[in-house]
C-alpha cells in the first residue's frame, strides 16, 4: 500500500474556492488509477472524480464543471481543484490510490469514464475537511 496525506481542507464562503492535494508516500507508478471521495455527516462516502495513469478522468454528475482532477507524478502528488463551492460540498475530502482502469461506458452520444467503487481502491489517506458556509 501506498501512504496518502491529505491537505488544503478549509472553511470557504459559497462560491469560493480551494484546491485539496494528496501526497503519496511514493511513487504510484502501477497505481493505475487515483481518485477523490468524500463523506458528508450522516450519509455514506460517495465519488467525486477520478484519473487513470493515461489521464482519462471521471466525475460526479454534481461537480462537474466545477471541479478538476489532476496528477502530478513528478511530485507524487493528486490534486483537485474545487471551484463555485456550494454548501452541500461540505465533507470530509479523502483521496485514494491503487484503483483499477476506468472503464468506458457507451451511449447513444458517445461514451464517458465510469466512477470505480470505494471497494476498488486499495489505499486511503486520513481526510481532509472542507466547509462551505451559504
Known amino acids: 500500500q501506498v501512504q496518502l496525506v491529505e491537505s488544503g481542507g478549509g472553511s470557504v464562503q459559497s462560491g469560493g474556492s480551494l484546491r485539496l492535494s494528496c501526497a503519496a508516500s511514493?511513487?504510484?507508478?502501477?497505481?493505475?488509477?487515483m481518485g477523490w471521495f468524500r463523506q458528508a455527516p450522516g450519509k455514506e462516502r460517495e465519488g467525486v472524480a477520478a484519473?487513470?495513469?493515461?489521464?482519462?478522468?471521471s466525475y460526479a454528475d454534481s461537480v462537474k464543471g466545477r471541479f478538476t482532477i489532476a496528477q502530478d507524478n513528478a511530485k507524487n502528488t493528486l490534486y483537485l481543484q474545487m471551484n463555485s463551492l456550494k454548501p452541500e460540498d461540505t465533507a470530509m475530502y479523502y483521496c485514494?490510490?491503487?484503483?483499477?482502469?476506468?472503464?468506458?461506458?457507451?451511449?447513444?452520444?458517445?461514451?464517458?469514464?465510469?466512477?470505480?467503487?470505494?471497494?476498488?481502491?486499495?489505499?486511503w489517506g486520513q481526510g481532509t475537511q472542507v466547509t462551505v458556509s451559504s
Open positions: 511514493r511513487y504510484t507508478y502501477g497505481s493505475v488509477c
Open positions: 485514494a490510490a491503487d484503483g483499477p482502469p476506468l472503464k468506458r461506458t457507451y451511449y447513444s452520444g458517445g461514451y464517458y469514464f465510469q466512477m470505480p467503487a470505494i471497494s476498488d481502491f486499495g489505499s
Open positions: 484519473i487513470d495513469s493515461d489521464g482519462s478522468t
